[in-house]
């Protein structure tokens, strides 16, 4: 099992910055693919951005050029700074953690989700 913990969340004025960060433990033999996506009410779960093992990233339209992800492989640990935060970024942001212990074989696992709030 993979234990995935999230923090940094809170309220933040629009324009402001907020920094996630994310923590896997446990079984992280060949974490793979890690990544970020949030829920807003009445919406359905979107992905924000993802990066890979060897550092490639992948990002929403909505957020690009306002949103960086980055990963600590010795930490198993990935992050998600937020810039120039508009109220439409409020959402509920869960991290993803993949796991793949060999070929063709996927798991997937979801922190509990942190609360981003974007409002004057």
């Known amino acids: 099992q993979v234990q995935v913990v999230e923090s940094g969340g809170g309220l933040v004025q629009p324009g402001g910055s907020l920094r996630l960060s994310c923590a896997a433990s446990g079984s992280i033999f060949r974490i793979d693919g890690m990544g970020w996506y949030r829920q807003a009410p009445g919406k359905q779960r979107e992905l924000v951005a993802a990066i890979t093992s060897g550092g490639s990233t992948n990002y929403a339209d909505s957020v690009k050029g306002r949103f960086t992800i980055s990963r600590d492989n010795a930490k198993n640990t990935v992050y998600l700074q937020m810039s120039s935060l508009k109220p439409e970024d409020t959402a509920v942001y869960y991290c993803?953690?993949?796991?793949?212990?060999?070929?063709?074989?996927?798991?997937?696992?979801w922190g509990q989700g942190t609360q981003v709030t974007v409002s004057s």
């Open positions: 993803n953690v993949q796991r793949r212990p060999s070929p063709g074989v996927v798991y997937d696992y």
